[in-house]
């Protein structure tokens, strides 16, 4: 990657050996501007919405706009089922404040508004990884962080960065560390969301 000059490594929402089958569902919250209190309310709307359906959800920045919400999965679901799980709990996200959220792919549709952006889990796309440096001005970095820091205002898509990052690790930990033993099932989800 180094050869071929990447600075932000990109994951695919799936891993060796299962490559069909995901074990995360991403949610990428791209705002169209600097204002912080809709996207905070956004991530938080995601976030309970995902709980109402026996999701646990972790939420990082992205390093360059938004946050990242990611639910971990067993990984026996197919990515078509991950896809239309996603599109579905996103657009009734944005059906509950379609003042400030959009699915609407062109950013020039977006009128402004927060792209709920879930095509980050189609077979072959990717998010930017956990740690990872943008290649924007101070170097900010990818990270997980609390839902309480985003309740609190405290943390923001770029508030981490290369040079912060080790006291922040040094502080808290890897948030994520424990994402792989809370994996929960996503046909059980489904059926919630049925009528």
Not at 17 to 35: E, I, N
Not at 71 to 95: N, T
Not at 96 to 118: C, N, Q, W, Y
Not at 126 to 143: E, L
Request: hydrophobic letters at 40%; glycine letters at 8%; charged letters at 25%.
């Amino acid at each position: 990657m180094v050869n071929q000059n990447c600075i932000t490594p990109h994951v695919w929402v799936s891993r060796v050996p299962k490559l069909r089958q995901p074990d995360l569902c991403v949610f990428d919250l791209d705002p169209a501007d600097d204002d912080q209190a809709p996207l905070r309310a956004a991530a938080l709307a995601l976030r309970d919405a995902l709980a109402a359906l026996g999701l646990p959800s972790w939420v990082k920045t992205s390093g360059s706009k938004g946050f990242h919400i990611a639910v971990p999965l067993d990984g026996k679901a197919s990515y078509g089922d991950v896809m239309r799980f996603a599109h579905i709990v996103g657009s009734a996200l944005v059906a509950h404040d379609p003042a400030h959220l959009t699915m609407e792919f062109s950013k020039k549709d977006r009128g402004g508004r927060i792209f709920v952006d879930t095509g980050r889990n189609a077979p072959g796309a990717t998010f930017a990884a956990a740690y990872a440096v943008r290649a924007k001005p101070g170097a900010p970095v990818s990270a997980p962080c609390t839902w309480e820091e985003i309740e609190r205002g405290r943390v923001g898509p770029q508030t981490f960065t290369l040079r912060t990052m080790a006291k922040r690790l040094k502080d808290v930990g890897d948030l994520w560390g424990d994402m792989s033993k809370r994996k929960r099932s996503l046909a059980k989800a489904m059926t919630k969301l049925r009528p």
